[in-house]
């Protein structure tokens, strides 16, 4: 078997590789209730286009896709963001990080179910 040694096909056999190592459980169902609930892009408010879901820890970083680590983003903000801290990144591009962490605490309590 040839196996391609293009920096892309590194790069794409890493993220399958950490994927991988790490145990995901956001369902169909949780991804379409977190989309509706933010509205848009859960950075910039852009409703433009397909959301992508976007680790607020990202998996290099030893996150995963749960529900209260994925939040939607638009194809622009979930490339510029890559595998960065957010609130670090957020202070960056001049967003409002305050407003981001208060809907996102938001969302997940409303999303998740209660425990108990």
Known sequence: ???????????????????????????AEQWAALREAWGGCA????????????????????????LTNVVPACGSCNASKCNDEVTGWLRRKRLDERAFLVRHHEVTALLTPAAG
């Open 43 to 66: 950075y910039c408010g852009s409703a433009v286009g397909p959301m992508q879901k976007d680790c607020v820890l990202p998996i290099s970083r030893g996150g995963r896709y749960t």
């Open 1 to 27: 078997m040839v196996v391609s040694r293009t920096r892309r096909a590194r790069a794409t056999r890493k993220r399958r590789a950490r994927m991988a190592r790490v145990e995901h459980d956001l369902t």
